[in-house]
Nanobody
């Protein structure tokens, strides 16, 4: 069983930055694939980013490329989402997710993930 807890959300002005954290317990994310999703008001769930730490490969939604970076610290069982140049349209609840699939696999849809955190609110004001 894997438990995920997000933190780091808050209120920020457009153009500002936030770093979200996701602390994992139960199994290191060095063997699990990890991802970030978000859900904005009135919208469905949206893929944000995914990675496998040992591969060094990461994938991002077009809407966040060049602004967001996913990374991790295996010794702390924590992954991060660094968000720069935030825009009002980035306002959403952000969720950390994990999937147990092995090998080179980078799913971008929520139904392919097995574990989810409770979410953290990010609000970007103009």
């Amino acid at each position: 069983q894997v438990q995920l807890v997000e933190s780091g959300g808050g209120l920020v002005q457009a153009g500002g930055s936030l770093r979200l954290s996701c602390a994992a317990s139960g199994r290191t994310f060095s063997t699990y694939g990890m991802g970030w999703f978000r859900q904005a008001p009135g919208k469905g769930q949206e893929f944000v980013a995914t990675t496998r730490w040992r591969s060094g490969l990461s994938y991002y939604a077009d809407s966040v490329k060049g602004r967001f970076t996913i990374s991790g610290d295996g010794t702390k069982n924590t992954i991060y989402l660094q968000m720069n140049n935030l825009k009002p349209e980035d306002t959403a609840v952000y969720y950390c997710a994990a999937h147990r699939s092995s090998g080179t696999y980078y799913p971008k849809t929520g139904d392919e993930y097995d574990y989810w955190g409770q979410g953290t609110q990010v609000t970007v004001s103009s």
